[in-house]
């Protein structure tokens, strides 16, 4: 009899933030090591492969949601994923702001006590990424503001330059990972499923070493009015 081999953990990642902040070159920088430069899409992405961890095979699958419509908030995709990562760019305070009012908004709703995340608030790590220090000559928001919020919400917190291949952009999604401790949940929703014939089939799928991307249909987020700012 052939020796069956387990299949590696899935864990599922929603990356979030504004537009133009490299959310996009941040996912493809960590799967490829490869930099794409600017990138906009008015659609969410789904990314797919399979890499390392402490040893450890996972099989990555990354939401990389579309920053075009800030006044929803992606409460759809947060309940799909396992884990969260906010990115702003340390040269946007308005990106700032906005993933400022994601924070917010999780702690003070039910989403990370639903079925997905478990009954704990704290079941779903969150962490927060200051993109493009290489641009620090026009910096608007200081090291220490992004560090104290991201304390304040019991979030992980690192600055990093996508360009320059900053090795603190690859530890804060490997710590992210690492925070994943039973990725194997039950969901409300499943991107994945709605989207096995395109990942399985589609002849227009941009691929990736070892992975895939494709475009999601948007997926449909509860209406809100828009996000308040944050107080100066």
């Known amino acids: 009899m052939k020796e069956e081999r387990s299949s590696p953990q899935r ?6 933030g504004s537009s133009r902040v490299g ?14 430069g600017e990138y906009h899409s008015n659609t ?4 797919r492969q399979t890499v ?13 949601v579309s920053g075009s419509s800030l006044d929803k908030f992606p409460a759809e ?22 993933a400022v009012d994601i924070l917010n908004t999780l702690k003070a709703s039910s989403l990370q006590g639903s079925p997905a995340h478990g009954a704990s608030p ?7 990424l200051a993109n493009k220090t290489d ?11 992004g560090q104290a919020i991201s304390a304040a919400h019991g979030a992980s917190f690192s600055e990093a330059s996508v360009a ?14 690492a925070e994943v401790r039973t990725p194997q949940r039950t969901r409300k929703f499943s991107v994945t499923k709605m989207l096995g014939s395109l990942i399985g089939g589609s002849t227009n799928n941009n691929q990736l070493p070892r992975g895939s991307v494709v475009a999601c249909p948007r997926v449909p987020a509860p209406s809100r009015p828009p996000l308040a700012a944050a107080a100066p």
């Open 122 to 128: 704290a079941a779903m790590p969150v962490a927060l």
């Open 11 to 16: 864990v599922r990642i929603a990356v979030i």
């Open 135 to 145: 641009l620090d000559h026009l910096r608007q928001v200081p090291f220490k503001e």
């Open 77 to 98: 995709q947060i309940q799909w994923a396992d884990a969260c990562l906010l990115v702003y760019s340390v040269t946007d305070r308005s990106s700032f702001e906005y």
């Open 23 to 36: 959310k996009s070159a941040l996912i493809v920088r960590y799967l490829t090591r490869r930099y794409i």
């Open 164 to 177: 320059d291949n900053s090795g603190d952009l690859y530890r804060c999604v490997d710590r992210l990972l």
């Open 44 to 47: 969410d992405l789904l990314y």
């Open 52 to 64: 390392p961890i402490n040893g450890n095979s996972i099989e990555l699958e990354v939401i990389d």
